[in-house]
């Protein structure tokens, strides 16, 4: 699945997606960087009013918090348990809010060798476009 933010600091969330978050991403020429996420789901809910959610995965939420923290990242809610799973929000750059996720559910495939799910251990990688 291919998600987009649309924003008028495209800029700074980009920055922030690959400083702070640290996923690896492809830069496809003039800026325009496509982040690499390690996976991918979707779920559709019933709701009164029709809105979306982004949420990023992380196997141990409570460590993922803290190491997001350590880079900067500010929380605007405590973790809750869930019957789903444990959640907590961060926010980004341009008045966005987004979900960060630690699934109680197994899910029935993963991508092959992937065990990261949510923000990278180590410093985020650029690759060129080829040419």
Request: aromatic share 10%; hydrophobic share 30%; charged share 25%.
């Amino acid at each position: 699945m291919h998600g987009l933010f649309y924003t008028p600091n495209a800029e700074e969330v980009r920055a922030f997606i690959r400083d702070k978050l640290g996923f690896v991403h492809n830069d496809i020429g003039k800026g325009w960087l496509i982040f690499d996420l390690p996976e991918a789901d979707l779920g559709v809910h019933p709701s009164d009013k029709a809105h979306h959610s982004i949420s990023f995965y992380c196997d141990d939420i409570h460590k993922t918090v803290q190491d997001l923290k350590s880079r900067g990242v500010e929380f605007s809610s405590g973790i809750t348990d869930e019957r789903w799973g444990l959640l907590t929000h961060f926010r980004m750059p341009g008045a966005l809010e987004v979900e960060l996720y630690q699934p109680k559910y197994q899910k029935s495939s993963h991508r092959t060798g992937s065990k990261v799910r949510g923000p990278l251990k180590s410093p985020p990688k650029s690759r060129k476009p080829s040419r």
